[in-house]
């Protein structure tokens, strides 16, 4: 099966693009709804991105099952921000500069395609979250951790069922270079 196949096909639960609209490109029918501010911006390469204010927006986005592996794009404000939620008491932020989980144990984190867990503030990342093991996503929120809000831009989150390889994260981080 192709790495494209693979990454976009049965295995991927949910894909929110964030552009102009929180609907899920999956084909699972999880549409997102936002809660407190709704907006968009230009991102990279002419794309439309979601915005998150660090105070109220988030996009939340339901049940989406069970998942493996978590991909976004993102541009934080600051060194510190909440990114996802998976589910109560389980969530994936930048804390210090520093990719951290809580409630879930990671098997590996790619930024930029790379084995990596640092990021910058202010500058577009892909992120690859690869879980130790299969985790249920009955709350899956995009910008919080359920009570705080994280700033900054977010786009092309992706959810996957399957434990990514190092060759699979770059070719997410190569997808998503090329907006697809």
């Known amino acids: 099966m192709s ?30 709804t936002w809660s ?48 996802v939620l998976v589910d109560t008491g389980k969530d994936i932020m930048v804390s210090g500069g520093t990719i951290t989980y809580t409630g879930l144990t990671p098997s590996a984190t790619y930024v930029d395609g790379e084995l990596s867990t640092t990021l910058v503030a202010g500058v577009w990342q892909h992120v690859v979250c690869v879980l130790n093991a299969d985790v249920s996503a009955a709350t ?14 977010i786009a092309g989150v992706r959810a996957l069922d399957i434990e990514l390889s190092g060759d699979e994260a770059k070719a997410l981080y190569s997808m998503e270079r090329r907006g697809l």
């Open 36 to 83: 407190g501010t709704e907006a968009y911006a230009d991102g990279p390469m002419g794309r439309t991105v979601g915005v998150f204010n660090g105070t109220t927006a988030k996009v939340s986005c339901g049940d989406i099952g069970t998942i493996r592996a978590i991909a976004l794009s993102v541009n934080p404000t600051t060194t510190t921000e909440e990114l």
């Open 3 to 32: 790495a494209t196949r693979r990454l976009n096909g049965p295995h991927l639960k949910g894909f929110w693009r964030l552009n102009s609209r929180a609907d899920d490109y999956s084909g699972y029918g999880n549409n997102g």
């Open 140 to 153: 899956f929120q995009i910008g919080t951790d359920g009570s705080n809000f994280g700033a900054g831009s």
